[in-house]
């Protein structure tokens, strides 16, 4: 498959140090000279902009985290006057205020270009037609995959999310051969394309885009065995422009970097320390063209691990593992770590559906875990507590506690079309 822009997808890492560099300076005045806010952190550490020189200088920058972007909301952090602004996106805002993030035009043409890429990587060129089903609007999903499909060429089907026949629809009619969406709509729509009476025969689908959750390897087979396609990640988010900050190529097994306009470190979370490569913890990105809102040291709250070398597919640029969640998403249920992830692989290994609902409670101060997924297809009734108990059997094999598990009746649990709720945490309400 072919690349956007092999010169830099594909570059020497001698020269895309030479250009991080270079970018990394200019953009440390920048901010530096138009945001105060940061002007004043560099200030506090004695830190002016020539201190910062190479790639190896960015550990002496101060971080920045999503409560800095609350604290400076809306416009702290605007790094150019807002009549050169022409567009802003906002996270969702379910943990708090919401964050603004802004864009020229230039930063709108390097956003649209990494989506390119991640387009292109999937196998995407003018000849296709591509349906993008993420969310329009302040969401990134839609807009971002939407401007990189104009920039391939490709004939674009701007359905937002949600209408799900509909959009099945139109994958039908209009031979949609990209699929761009959630991995949980991902299934949703396939589950519905069945459901409509029809399979994988009457659809064209090659390859579908899907990010912005955390899912499996067990999703992926899944969605790709459901819908007879290939199926690629896509990671970003709004604070660094959107989807393409790293995005997956024919190998399949980790998110190439565009490093040309992200510089990715990994710290541990807890001391801030930058961590040696090959090792898991907080992806941290600085984002080194951005014009408007050119974060630097955004610690992202993602858990990780950073790959360098060259790709079997011919890039040279570094790769991220699939996040395993946020930091934010691991509970610790009875002294135990644990990521919603690690549930959504034993119940697809299992054959259960990706419908699934973990409960976590506190009951006569001691921590409960419920999980509620559907019950697969042909099980009679009576046979529903031994495979409740074997479930959680594995799952304790799994996690080393032991869950409840609710057979619930099949199509019972909500069906997402953006970003899917899989945990609800009651003990968040009282502590
Ligand atoms: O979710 C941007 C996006 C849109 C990415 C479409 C990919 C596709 P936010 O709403 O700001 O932006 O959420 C960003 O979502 O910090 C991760 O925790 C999570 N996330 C995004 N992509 C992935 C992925 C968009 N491929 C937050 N795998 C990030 C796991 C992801 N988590």
Redesign the pocket.
């Known amino acids: 498959m072919g690349y956007w822009n092999e010169d830099i997808e594909c570059m020497s890492r001698e020269d895309m140090t030479a250009l991080q560099n270079e970018r990394l300076r200019a953009q440390v005045k920048h901010v530096y000279e138009n945001v105060p806010y940061y002007r004043d952190l560099m200030d506090k550490k004695g830190l002016k902009p020539e201190d910062i020189q190479t790639i190896d200088d960015l550990k002496k920058l101060p971080f920045l985290s999503k409560s800095d972007l609350r604290d400076t909301y809306p416009y702290g952090m605007l790094a150019c006057p807002l009549s050169e602004c022409v567009r802003i996106h906002s996270?969702?805002g379910t943990t708090g205020k919401r964050v603004v993030a802004f864009y020229t035009q230039n930063d709108i043409d390097m956003w649209e270009d990494c989506c390119a890429r991640a387009i292109t990587a999937a196998g995407g060129t003018k000849e296709d037609v591509l349906q993008v089903c993420?969310g329009y609007g302040l969401?990134?999903?839609g807009s971002?995959?939407h401007g990189g499909s104009h920039k391939v060429g490709c004939l674009t089907l701007p359905m937002s999310s949600g209408n799900t026949k509909r959009q099945i629809q139109f994958m039908m009619d209009l031979q949609s051969t990209i699929l761009c969406c959630?991995p949980s709509y991902a299934a949703y729509l396939s589950e519905t394309l069945y459901e409509m009476g029809y399979t994988t025969n009457d659809i064209k689908l090659k390859a579908g885009i899907?990010?912005?959750?955390?899912?499996t390897e067990e999703m992926r087979h899944s969605i790709e065995r459901s819908l007879g396609i290939k199926a690629y990640?896509?990671?970003?988010?709004?604070?660094s422009s959107?989807?393409g900050v790293a995005f997956e190529c024919s190998e399949q097994n980790g998110?190439h970097i565009n490093e040309d306009n992200f510089i990715p470190e990994i710290i541990d979370p807890d001391t801030g320390e930058v961590l040696p490569d090959g090792e898991e913890g907080e992806l941290v990105f600085t984002s080194i063209t951005k014009e408007a809102f050119p974060l630097i040291r955004y610690r992202?709250?993602?858990l990780c691990v950073l790959t360098k070398g060259t790709c079997s597919c011919g890039r040279t640029l570094i790769k991220m593992c699939?996040?395993k969640?946020?930091s934010d998403d691991m509970m610790i249920i009875r002294g135990v770590n644990v990521f919603p992830s690690q549930i959504e692989t034993v119940l697809i290994e299992k054959g259960y559906t990706p419908n699934y609902q973990i409960i976590v409670d506190r009951v006569n101060n001691v921590d409960t875990l419920d999980i509620n997924c559907e019950v697969p297809e042909g099980l009679n009734d009576y046979e529903i507590p031994a495979k409740e108990k074997a479930l959680a059997g594995s799952i304790k094999h799994m996690l080393g506690i032991t869950p409840k598990i609710h057979l619930v009746p099949a199509k019972t649990i909500a069906r997402s079309e953006g970003?899917a709720v899989r945990v609800i945490d009651k003990r968040k309400l009282i502590d």
């Open positions: 996270t969702s993420y969401f990134t999903g971002g995959l959630t899907f990010g912005a959750e955390p899912w990640d896509i990671y970003g988010l709004t604070e959107g989807p998110m992202t709250r993602d699939k996040p969640g946020r970003k």
